[in-house]
């Protein structure tokens, strides 16, 4: 199987007392939960994988998903965004400019 879209979430977890925090402490496990169950009610198994990852840089931005191919770069992602990230980008290939970093 080769997805259309493959999306890295940072999963990256570090101490609280950390200066540059971290996405897991931002709430990426929940934007992970929340993308992956969005493949799953839109049954898009074959065109759209979800991966954790560690850190991918913007901390302090976080929690951050990378879209592949298309190399476009969301932060402050919440699961609220989820289904707006589906319908605009990675069906209309538009990308959600108010969450984008890069």
Same mark, same amino acid.
Request: a neutral charge; one cysteine or more.
């Given at each position: 199987?080769?997805?259309?879209?493959?999306?890295?979430?940072?999963?990256?977890?570090?101490?609280?007392?950390?200066?540059?925090?971290?996405?897991?402490?931002?709430?990426? =496990?929940? &934007?992970?939960?929340?993308?992956? %169950? !969005?493949?799953?009610?839109?049954?898009?198994?074959?065109?759209?994988? +979800?991966?954790g990852t560690f850190?991918?840089?913007?901390?302090?931005?976080?929690?951050?998903?990378?879209?592949?191919?298309?190399?476009?770069?969301? =932060?402050? &992602?919440?699961?609220?965004?989820? %289904? !707006?990230?589906?319908?605009?980008?990675?069906?209309?290939g538009e990308p +959600?400019?108010?969450?984008?970093?890069?």
């Amino acid at each position: 199987m080769k997805p259309k879209h493959h999306l890295f979430v940072c999963m990256n977890q570090r101490p609280a007392t950390h200066p540059r925090g971290s996405c897991g402490s931002l709430g990426a =496990g929940a &934007v992970f939960e929340a993308l992956g %169950a !969005e493949v799953e009610k839109r049954e898009m198994f074959e065109s759209v994988m +979800v991966t954790g990852t560690f850190c991918m840089g913007p901390c302090d931005r976080g929690p951050t998903v990378v879209v592949y191919p298309d190399g476009v770069w969301y =932060g402050g &992602v919440k699961p609220k965004d989820v %289904a !707006e990230i589906f319908d605009a980008h990675l069906i209309k290939g538009e990308p +959600v400019q108010r969450l984008r970093i890069m």
